[in-house]
């Protein structure tokens, strides 16, 4: 069965920062798509990025960005200009037929 | 468009209790799903399915049954209420294979269960 795993727990990030969450997998598909959701108070499940194993190219979208590593299983997320409205809770994906999750990582931004 | 909708959004049963978590979406998905969401552990997936008639078992589907009559509707049966099992349900939905697949899924608002 497929894993995912997030190894931080809880991050904190300074307003305006930088602050990269890490997730790695375990499969042996060579074809599979990886994702980071959002879920912020509300609960609502929020897509953040997406990326499909057989492209190279890493994925980005407006402030946030994946460094994709095939070969290591992993698929960090990049939040660059890290704002308020961040805080929330992280969680990696990966998908072959079914989403499986990674525990989560909860990302605080500090004013 | 009103998307993937989960009813209800807070219940409270007893132990021995039976209930059913209703998800219905309007977006003509094959492909649906039920996830449960646990403190520290993630969305785990309980039961889901590929079409009309079609189930099939997740992580941890026992104590759960589901049915598929219709492409809109998937609900999610509690049998015999137990204190485990309270927790936040999602329910899910994806586009098929065949029809724009892009292994995103769209996700209700949640379901917060509490089982006394």
């Known amino acids: 069965a497929q894993t995912v795993t997030q190894s931080q727990p809880e991050m904190s990030v300074q307003e305006a920062e930088t602050v990269t969450l890490s997730c790695t997998y375990d499969?042996?598909?060579?074809?599979?798509?990886l994702f980071w959701y959002k879920q912020p108070p509300s609960r609502q499940m929020i897509l953040v990025i997406r990326?499909?194993?057989?492209?190279?190219q890493n994925a980005t979208e407006n402030r946030f960005s994946v460094n994709f590593q095939k070969a290591a299983k992993s698929f960090s997320l990049k939040i660059s200009d890290s704002q308020l409205g961040d805080t929330a809770m992280y969680f990696c994906?990966?998908?072959?037929?079914?989403?499986?999750f990674g525990a989560g990582t909860r990302l605080t931004v500090k004013p | 468009n009103a998307g993937v909708t989960q009813t209800p959004k807070f219940q409270v049963l007893k132990t021995g209790q039976s209930m059913t978590l209703q998800c219905a979406q309007d977006?003509?998905?094959?492909?649906m799903s039920w996830y449960r969401q646990d403190p520290g552990m993630g969305l785990r997936l309980i039961h889901y399915?590929?079409?009309?008639?079609?189930?099939d078992q997740g992580e941890v589907p026992n104590g759960y049954n589901v049915s598929r009559s219709t492409t809109e509707d998937f609900p999610l049966r509690l049998l015999s209420a137990a204190p485990s099992q309270t927790s936040v349900y999602f329910c899910?939905?994806?586009?098929?294979?065949?029809?724009?697949?892009?292994?995103?899924?769209?996700f209700g608002e949640g379901s917060r269960l509490t089982v006394l």
């Open positions: 994906a990966y998908n072959n037929n079914d989403m499986r």
């Open positions: 977006m003509n998905h094959e492909y």
């Open positions: 399915s590929v079409g009309a008639g079609i189930t």
């Open positions: 499969t042996s598909e060579s074809n599979y798509y």
């Open positions: 990326q499909e194993a057989y492209k190279q």
């Open positions: 899910a939905s994806s586009y098929s294979v065949l029809a724009g697949y892009t292994g995103e899924l769209f």
